[in-house]
């Protein structure tokens, strides 16, 4: 069983930064993909970017890319997302999600709230 939490949203102006962390407790996160999603006013749950257990391997939606950064501290069991230039359309909630042993993310956090304000 992996639980994940999400830290780090709240409210930015648009063209600022914030970082959004998923922690696990349980089964650690260090051995499994993982990826961050977001789910807009009105809109379904996004994907945005992923990242593979080692970090040799990420990948990003096309309206994120350059703009938000994945990483992952396997030593901390945590994954990151740095957003910079943030812009009124990326408010959401923000959930991380992990893949074990699945070729689906199977195990979700409960979200995260990003507020940027124009």
């Known amino acids: 069983q992996v639980q994940l939490v999400e830290s780090g949203g709240g409210l930015v102006q648009a063209g600022g930064s914030l970082r959004v962390s998923c922690a696990a407790s349980g089964r650690a996160l260090s051995s499994y993909p993982v990826g961050w999603f977001r789910q807009r006013p009105g809109k379904e749950r996004e994907f945005l970017a992923s990242?593979?257990?080692?970090?040799?391997?990420?990948d990003y939606t096309d309206s994120v890319k350059g703009r938000f950064t994945i990483s992952r501290d396997n030593a901390k069991g945590t994954v990151y997302l740095q957003m910079n230039s943030l812009k009124f359309e990326d408010t959401g909630v923000y959930y991380c999600?992990?893949?074990?042993?699945?070729?689906?993310?199977?195990?979700w956090g409960q979200g995260t709230q990003v507020t940027v304000s124009s």
């Open positions: 999600a992990a893949r074990v042993n699945s070729p689906q993310y199977n195990y």
């Open positions: 990242i593979s257990w080692n970090s040799w391997t990420t």
